[in-house]
C-alpha cells in the first residue's frame, strides 16, 4: 500500500463539507500505487477516491487535474476531478494538496490476453490524439538527463555484473536521438495497475501523476513492456503486435519511430528498473508503503537488449586476421540505412580496437564491446552517414 499520510475520519469529513457528495460512511486505504497517498471514500451519495499528493507543486498538479478534465471532454475514461464549493479542483487536507475523483469500475488486469492488448493500444493512440490541442506542457521528471543521473546515483549500490549492464546500457542510451521522433503530451506510466476493465471494456484510465511531453512512441513502450510480456520478461510477439497494429490504426508510425522501436523498448525498461532500484535504496518513510521489485526490469532490460543483438546484422569475421575484419564490417555497413545494429564477432583480438576505431572515425555508434573466450563481439549502430 502507499498511505504516507493517514487520514482520519473527523479529518475527512471535515474536507468533504466543501463537496456536495454527502456523509462520509466508509474510508479505506488503497493498497496499490506508491507514488501518492489513496483512499477509497463511500458516502451516502456515491463512490470516491481521495488523492493526497505526496510531492508534487499545486502549479503541477493544476497541470494533471486539467489534463484529466481535458481527456474526460474527449471520452477517455479518466476520473473526473470533483469541484469544491470554493470552485476549485485541488483542496487541502493534512497540510497536503488533495483532489477527490470519481471512482471508477473495473478490476487491473492480471494476465493481459490479446483483446486487452488491442484496446490499450486503441486507448493509447486515443489519448495521444486526444492532446494534439491541449495547450499546457509539462517537461518529463524521468526524461533522458534524469535517467542518466539515476543510473549514477544507483550503481554503487549494484553488483558487479549489474553495474556493468547498466553502465552499458546508458552508454547505448547516449546514442538515441530522441529530438527526431514526434513528440506529444503521454501518460508514462500506463502500467495495468493504472488501468481498470469492466469485463471486456476498458472502463478506467487512472493515475496520469507522471503525464508530461515526451515521445509519444515511448509512451507506447512503456505499454508494451508492462502488458505483453511472457512471466520471464520476454516479450509475448502476439499481444506486442495486437497493441501495436491498433495504436498504429489510429496514429501510424513515421519511418524513424519504426527504426527506433526497438531502443525505445530498451529505454522504457530502464527506466522503470532505475526508478524501482531508487525506491530500494532510497525508501521514503510511510504508514504502510508498496516496493515494487527491480529485477523484473532488470529482466525485462537485459531481454530486449538480447532480442535487439539477436535481430541485428550478423558478421562473420571469425578467423579472419587484421584488417580483413574491418574490411567485412566496413563493406557490410556501405548499404545499410543509419540506425541499423550490426554484431560483429571476430576470432582476432587487434579487431576489438580497430573496429571501434573505425566507427567511431565514420560516425558509427559503438554499443558494445565483449569478449568470451576466444571471440570477441562488437556491436554498433550506424550513423547518419554510412
Ligand atoms: N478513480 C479511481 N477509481 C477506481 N480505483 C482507483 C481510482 N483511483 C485510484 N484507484 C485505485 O487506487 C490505486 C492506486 O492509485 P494510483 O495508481 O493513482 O496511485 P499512485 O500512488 O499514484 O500509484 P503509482 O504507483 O501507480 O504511481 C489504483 O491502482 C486503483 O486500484
Ligand atoms: N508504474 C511504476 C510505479 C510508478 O512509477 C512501476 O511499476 O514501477
Given at each position: 500500500m502507499s498511505v504516507y499520510t493517514p487520514v482520519s475520519t473527523t479529518e475527512l469529513a471535515q474536507f468533504l463539507g466543501d463537496y456536495p457528495v454527502g456523509e462520509c460512511t466508509a474510508?479505506?486505504?488503497?493498497?496499490?500505487?506508491?507514488?501518492?497517498?489513496?483512499?477509497?471514500?463511500?458516502t451516502t451519495k456515491g463512490e470516491y477516491v481521495l488523492t493526497l499528493f505526496e510531492q508534487h507543486q499545486p502549479e503541477t498538479l493544476h497541470y494533471f487535474l486539467t489534463l484529466l478534465q481535458h481527456w474526460a471532454a474527449h471520452d477517455i475514461p479518466v476520473p473526473t476531478p470533483l469541484v469544491n464549493q470554493h470552485g476549485e479542483i485541488l483542496g487541502t487536507l493534512n497540510t497536503k494538496p488533495a483532489a477527490l475523483v470519481m471512482r471508477l469500475p473495473g478490476l487491473h488486469p492480471q494476465q493481459t490476453n490479446t483483446g486487452q492488448c488491442a484496446a490499450i493500444g486503441t486507448m493509447l493512440a486515443r489519448m495521444h490524439l486526444a492532446t494534439r490541442d491541449f495547450n499546457m506542457q509539462r517537461a518529463s521528471d524521468r526524461d533522458h538527463a534524469w535517467r542518466m543521473q539515476m543510473a549514477q546515483t544507483v550503481l554503487p549500490h549494484l553488483n558487479a555484473e549489474d553495474a556493468e549492464l547498466l553502465q552499458a546500457e546508458v552508454k547505448f542510451q547516449q546514442s538515441i536521438d530522441f529530438n527526431t521522433l514526434p513528440h506529444g503530451t503521454i501518460h508514462a506510466d500506463l502500467f495495468r495497475d493504472n488501468v481498470l476493465f469492466d469485463?471486456?471494456?476498458?472502463?478506467g484510465v487512472l493515475d496520469v501523476y507522471f503525464a508530461?511531453?515526451?515521445c509519444l512512441l515511448y509512451d507506447l513502450?512503456?505499454?508494451?513492456?508492462?502488458?505483453?510480456?511472457?512471466?520471464?520478461?520476454?516479450?509475448d510477439e502476439t499481444r506486442v503486435q495486437a497493441c501495436i497494429k491498433h495504436y498504429q490504426a489510429l496514429r501510424p508510425w513515421k519511418p524513424q519511430e519504426q527504426q527506433a522501436w526497438p531502443a525505445l523498448l530498451r529505454t522504457a525498461a530502464l527506466r522503470f528498473w532505475l526508478s524501482r532500484l531508487y525506491e530500494k535504496y532510497s525508501p521514503r518513510p510511510g504508514e504502510l508503503t508498496l516496493q515494487k521489485n527491480p529485477l523484473e526490469f532488470r529482466q525485462k532490460?537485459?531481454?530486449?537488449?538480447?532480442?535487439?543483438?539477436?535481430?541485428?546484422?550478423?558478421?562473420?569475421?571469425?578467423?579472419?586476421?587484421?584488417?580483413l575484419p574491418v574490411i567485412r564490417v566496413q563493406q557490410t555497413i556501405e548499404n545499410l540505412t543509419p540506425g541499423t545494429v550490426v554484431t560483429a564477432v571476430c576470432t582476432d583480438p587487434g579487431a576489438l580496437h580497430d573496429i571501434p576505431a573505425w566507427a567511431r572515425i565514420h560516425g558509427h555508434h559503438v554499443l558494445e564491446t565483449r569478449t568470451e573466450g576466444r571471440e570477441y563481439t562488437i556491436v554498433l549502430k550506424t550513423g547518419a552517414s554510412p
Amino acid at each position: 500500500m502507499s498511505v504516507y499520510t493517514p487520514v482520519s475520519t473527523t479529518e475527512l469529513a471535515q474536507f468533504l463539507g466543501d463537496y456536495p457528495v454527502g456523509e462520509c460512511t466508509a474510508l479505506v486505504g488503497i493498497q496499490a500505487g506508491i507514488e501518492n497517498s489513496n483512499f477509497f471514500v463511500s458516502t451516502t451519495k456515491g463512490e470516491y477516491v481521495l488523492t493526497l499528493f505526496e510531492q508534487h507543486q499545486p502549479e503541477t498538479l493544476h497541470y494533471f487535474l486539467t489534463l484529466l478534465q481535458h481527456w474526460a471532454a474527449h471520452d477517455i475514461p479518466v476520473p473526473t476531478p470533483l469541484v469544491n464549493q470554493h470552485g476549485e479542483i485541488l483542496g487541502t487536507l493534512n497540510t497536503k494538496p488533495a483532489a477527490l475523483v470519481m471512482r471508477l469500475p473495473g478490476l487491473h488486469p492480471q494476465q493481459t490476453n490479446t483483446g486487452q492488448c488491442a484496446a490499450i493500444g486503441t486507448m493509447l493512440a486515443r489519448m495521444h490524439l486526444a492532446t494534439r490541442d491541449f495547450n499546457m506542457q509539462r517537461a518529463s521528471d524521468r526524461d533522458h538527463a534524469w535517467r542518466m543521473q539515476m543510473a549514477q546515483t544507483v550503481l554503487p549500490h549494484l553488483n558487479a555484473e549489474d553495474a556493468e549492464l547498466l553502465q552499458a546500457e546508458v552508454k547505448f542510451q547516449q546514442s538515441i536521438d530522441f529530438n527526431t521522433l514526434p513528440h506529444g503530451t503521454i501518460h508514462a506510466d500506463l502500467f495495468r495497475d493504472n488501468v481498470l476493465f469492466d469485463g471486456e471494456t476498458l472502463s478506467g484510465v487512472l493515475d496520469v501523476y507522471f503525464a508530461c511531453n515526451d515521445c509519444l512512441l515511448y509512451d507506447l513502450a512503456v505499454v508494451v513492456n508492462d502488458w505483453c510480456c511472457h512471466p520471464d520478461g520476454s516479450l509475448d510477439e502476439t499481444r506486442v503486435q495486437a497493441c501495436i497494429k491498433h495504436y498504429q490504426a489510429l496514429r501510424p508510425w513515421k519511418p524513424q519511430e519504426q527504426q527506433a522501436w526497438p531502443a525505445l523498448l530498451r529505454t522504457a525498461a530502464l527506466r522503470f528498473w532505475l526508478s524501482r532500484l531508487y525506491e530500494k535504496y532510497s525508501p521514503r518513510p510511510g504508514e504502510l508503503t508498496l516496493q515494487k521489485n527491480p529485477l523484473e526490469f532488470r529482466q525485462k532490460l537485459q531481454h530486449r537488449i538480447n532480442a535487439m543483438i539477436a535481430t541485428s546484422i550478423q558478421i562473420n569475421a571469425r578467423r579472419l586476421l587484421c584488417p580483413l575484419p574491418v574490411i567485412r564490417v566496413q563493406q557490410t555497413i556501405e548499404n545499410l540505412t543509419p540506425g541499423t545494429v550490426v554484431t560483429a564477432v571476430c576470432t582476432d583480438p587487434g579487431a576489438l580496437h580497430d573496429i571501434p576505431a573505425w566507427a567511431r572515425i565514420h560516425g558509427h555508434h559503438v554499443l558494445e564491446t565483449r569478449t568470451e573466450g576466444r571471440e570477441y563481439t562488437i556491436v554498433l549502430k550506424t550513423g547518419a552517414s554510412p
